[in-house]
């Protein structure tokens, strides 16, 4: 039977396979790194110097407190370096505190590459989110393959981070109009747990056979749809090559083949 046939449901990852988010920042920091030094090479440690820096001071710090308060949990360490582009509560405290620990952050990695000057760490504090907000967002491929796939099957995000922090990136997104269900694995387990692939099944009124699942993360997605049951689509959008002891049933390259895999 084929899969346009046997399939009634699609899951969708969220960050990385909808919407660029890490990848826009390593694609600016490469940018940044380049206008510091002129030079490529230290793209990956200026990198990792970033996230360490603003890893680092959150601890303890007041947008740390603010955060906790918040959302009721301690963040992990991926929230302490989406701070540095997004604050995600413009209404609450953390959005007064943002800008000195921001200047901060780049203060530590431009001294870690031997670089200095609070004038420019105040620049790039200030430059970097403003370049993430034209940067980030829907890849091309995506919202035309989800107008079209939302007409043939039940459509669901499940979706790995905490969860109001990721309801907020859905709705901004303007990407929830396209789907019947959003599953925060926060409100349940964490793919690759096969709690939230059933959660999402159920909604759908589907069974694993009738399921597929679309993501980028091996770990996450890849890894999840084995444990639940459920056919598995890579994203490899950076010609990555596979997990040698975990294959995906099927691979693209962007959302825009799926119409056509799908159809096979």
Known sequence: MSPARRFKALLFDFDETLVSEYDAADEILHEICTALTGDLTPRGDFYQSIRAAAIELLKGSPVAAAAEQLFGRTMGDWYAYELLWDD???TAPIHELLPEFRVAAWTRALEAGGLSGKA???EWAER???MMALRRGPYPDVEPVLETLSRRYGMAIVTNGEGSVQAMKVEASGLKKHFDHV???DEHLWK???LPFRVAMNQLGVNPEETAMIGNSFDSDIAGARNAGIYSIWVNR???EPNSELRPDATVQNLGQLPELLDD
């Open 183 to 185: 599953v925060l694995c």
């Open 120 to 122: 420019a760490a105040e």
């Open 238 to 240: 950076k010609g990555l």
């Open 128 to 130: 970097f989110p403003a």
């Open 88 to 90: 995600k509560s413009p």
């Open 192 to 194: 690759p747990d096969p």
